[in-house]
């Protein structure tokens, strides 16, 4: 089978959140099991300049974009054994920052028509077109417009991945004509609520549409997970499927990592109390009895800081201490701050995001907290267990598929159902009693590190998905 993976960004060469690493893992696992996976992506500016030089130029072409023709750069790279494409525009992506301008809706039309003209110059003509997001969210509808009974493309299924259901890609109506250059008869396809909705279009014209766990599949029918989408994903449940995410499993390795103390594995656990070791020297914590939690995340409110924020000196009282990695929300941001200047040798706090701090994080603290509010996947708890680190989750999304109650068969972690401060601190209550027990933790860590959530599972379902697609 041959799949062109769309994507707006993807590791390593350019990456603002989980859908890069997505990106960069996800073909490479269909790619080692023998299927012809390739990815294609913007060439931003802030691509690193030893991996642009690696590059080869392909070919020039002009884009579509409503009325206007737009130049087209098409340049090819091959990494870690999967070929990419890059799409240029220095006017749409020769710019610092991948997201968050004015004419974002202008970028991602003109990348979408793109990556649908470039099948006619690559020897590359795929079976299936896994989009992702609501940046790619037009190629599917492109597709169905005016590229099904072309001549090469009649053959071609489009698959629709939902990473966050948050972000559709909302505009005014006037996109439509000025912008997107979409018949005034196939309006229906996008229009949604009074606003042009790129993910709803996308909804609309795929194939097949996925998310990134089974449990976020079910979430997003119900209209508090869904931000206003549910009625129309109601609709189209027969065609949605969630398959979990996976990790890099040779990028977060502890017996392999250079970025922590002491290397280890499951089936020797020492190093991992000299990364603890290690961890409280450089926070500055004290070293008395008690365990330490880790937070990394984003201070933002769907990532349960309300609640870490409601309960925070109750878990002191505890006997936990903190390392803190993160950003966000200005309140949030000073709440840490207060926290570690009144409490110096239990809390500390790191602003922003240090990926060497965040595997020292993994590996040396003893429980990783994470209470969101919604949660489509998730990738540090499993990180977590693949460092030895117990996580302590709310039940949804992601975190519900991949974290089993310590209190249950096979426990891997400590987790609770209602989004309650109170529910969260009695499930640290538990997490703490567990660690006391120095016998029943040791088993609970080595079953936490036997976990696979390599991409090897998820890549089996997505060849099966798209080998059904293709058969159908």
């Known amino acids: 089978m041959k799949i062109l993976f769309a994507s707006s960004e993807a590791v390593p060469y350019a990456a603002s959140g989980g859908l890069a690493d997505v990106a960069g893992s996800l073909p490479r696992a269909i790619k080692q099991k023998g299927q012809d996976c390739r990815i294609v992506m913007p060439l931003y500016k802030n691509i690193p300049d030893e991996l642009r030089s690696e590059m080869t130029f392909v070919t ?64 590359f003509q795929p079976d299936v077109i896994n989009c992702n997001d609501w940046q790619t969210a037009l190629i599917p509808v492109y597709y169905n417009i005016y590229y099904k009974y072309q001549e090469g493309y009649d053959k071609i299924k489009t698959v629709f991945t939902i990473h966050n259901i948050e972000y559709q890609g909302k505009y005014g109506r006037e996109v439509l004509n000025e912008l997107m250059g979409i018949p005034l008869y196939n309006s229906n396809l996008l229009e949604y609520d009074g606003y042009i909705n790129m993910v709803k279009g996308a909804v609309e014209t795929a194939d097949r549409l996925t998310t990134v766990s089974p449990s976020y599949a079910w979430e997003i029918l119900d209209s508090w997970y869904a931000h206003g989408l549910d009625r129309i994903l109601v609709t ?39 990364c603890r070791r290690a961890l409280i ?63 110096p040798d239990k809390v500390s706090v790191t602003l922003g995001f240090i990926p060497e701090l965040s595997r020292k994080i993994y590996s040396g603290a003893d429980m990783f907290l994470m209470p969101s509010q919604s949660e489509p996947c998730g990738l540090a708890q499993m990180i977590a267990m693949r460092y030895g680190t117990i996580p302590i989750v709310r039940e949804t999304g992601g975190l519900r598929d991949t974290v089993r109650d310590n209190g249950g068969e096979n426990g891997n972690g400590f987790t609770f159902k209602t989004y309650n401060a109170h529910d969260m601190l009695d499930a640290v209550r538990r997490a703490k009693l567990t660690y006391d027990n120095k016998k029943t933790w040791s088993e609970l860590v080595q079953r936490a590190m036997e976990c696979d959530y390599s991409w090897s599972a998820s890549a089996d379902e997505y060849i099966g998905m798209y080998r059904e697609l293709i058969e159908s």
């Not at 027969?238 to 922590?260: F, H, M």
């Not at 878990?315 to 390392?323: E, H, P």
Request: with cysteine.
């Open 236 to 274: 189209k449940q027969y065609k949605l499927r969630g398959i979990l995410n996976g990790i890099d499993t040779e990028l977060y390795d502890p017996s392999t990592d250079t970025n922590i103390a002491s290397n280890y594995n499951s089936a020797d656990v020492k190093g991992k109390a000299e």
């Open 60 to 123: 020039n072409i002009t884009v579509d974009v409503s009325w206007r023709k737009q130049y087209c750069g098409i340049f090819t790279a091959e990494t870690n054994g999967v070929i990419y494409y890059f799409i240029d525009n220095e006017y749409y992506f020769s710019r610092d920052g991948l997201y968050g301008f004015y004419d974002d809706c202008e970028r991602f039309v003109f990348f979408d028509r793109a990556v649908l003209e470039m099948l006619k110059y690559i020897d």
């Open 281 to 343: 020297q450089e926070a500055g914590l004290n070293d008395e009895k008690g365990p330490i939690i880790g937070i990394v995340t984003r201070f933002v409110g769907h990532k349960g800081i309300d609640l870490i924020r409601a309960v925070f000196e109750d878990m002191l009282d505890l006997g936990a201490k903190f390392v803190i990695l993160g950003s966000g929300e200005w309140i949030f941001e000073q709440f840490f701050r207060e926290m570690a200047a009144r409490h």
